[in-house]
C-alpha cells in the first residue's frame, strides 16, 4: 500500500486526471492534511489555474457570474477565490469588490473532493458541507461549467 506524501505531488507535470486518482485515493485525514499543511496555498492556486483552462465555452457562452470561494482552514479563517465566468471565459482573481453571483463556502478536503469529481455538489450540500448564497441555479450547475475528468 502507498502511502499519501503531499511533498512527493510534482505539481509542475501532474496531470489533472492524476490529481483526480490521487484525491480519490486519499484517505480524510490524509486530504485535510495537505489542505491545512505549507502545500495548501499551492494547491489551490493550481486548482483554480486548471478551473480557469477547463471552462467549457459551450455551457458558458451567454454567462456573465462571478462566483466567489471562500474556502475555510483550521481555525476558522478562509482563503478567498474569485472566478469570473464572461462569455465562454474564466478569469480567477484573490477576491475583489465585485458583487458575486454566488458565494461558495467550503472546507479545504471537501473543496478537493467536489473540483476532483470525487463528491457531488448536491450531496456536500444537502450534508451541510457546502454552503451557497446567492443564485443558487449557477451552483447547481456549476460542475458542468468545467471539463472534469471522471474519478
Given at each position: ?34 489542505m491545512n499543511g505549507e ?25 456573465d457570474a462571478v462566483i ?69 441555479a449557477v451552483g447547481a ?11
Amino acid at each position: 500500500m502507498t502511502t499519501f506524501d503531499p511533498a512527493r505531488i510534482d505539481f509542475d507535470h501532474l496531470e489533472y486526471g492524476d490529481f483526480v486518482r490521487l484525491v480519490k485515493s486519499a484517505s480524510g485525514s490524509d486530504l485535510d492534511q495537505l489542505m491545512n499543511g505549507e502545500l495548501r496555498t499551492r494547491v489551490l492556486d493550481e486548482i483554480f489555474t486548471q478551473m480557469a483552462a477547463r471552462v467549457r465555452k459551450d455551457r458558458t457562452a451567454g454567462m456573465d457570474a462571478v462566483i466567489r470561494w471562500r474556502i475555510s482552514r483550521a481555525g476558522g479563517d478562509f482563503d478567498r477565490y474569485e472566478l469570473h465566468i464572461a462569455n465562454g471565459a474564466c478569469t480567477v482573481g484573490p477576491g475583489s469588490d465585485a458583487q458575486p453571483r454566488l458565494t461558495i463556502t467550503v472546507d479545504g478536503a471537501n473543496f478537493l473532493r467536489l473540483v476532483s469529481g470525487v463528491a457531488s455538489g448536491p450531496a456536500l450540500f444537502m450534508t451541510k458541507k457546502l454552503q451557497l448564497t446567492g443564485d443558487i441555479a449557477v451552483g447547481a450547475g456549476l460542475t458542468g461549467y468545467f471539463d472534469i475528468p471522471k474519478a
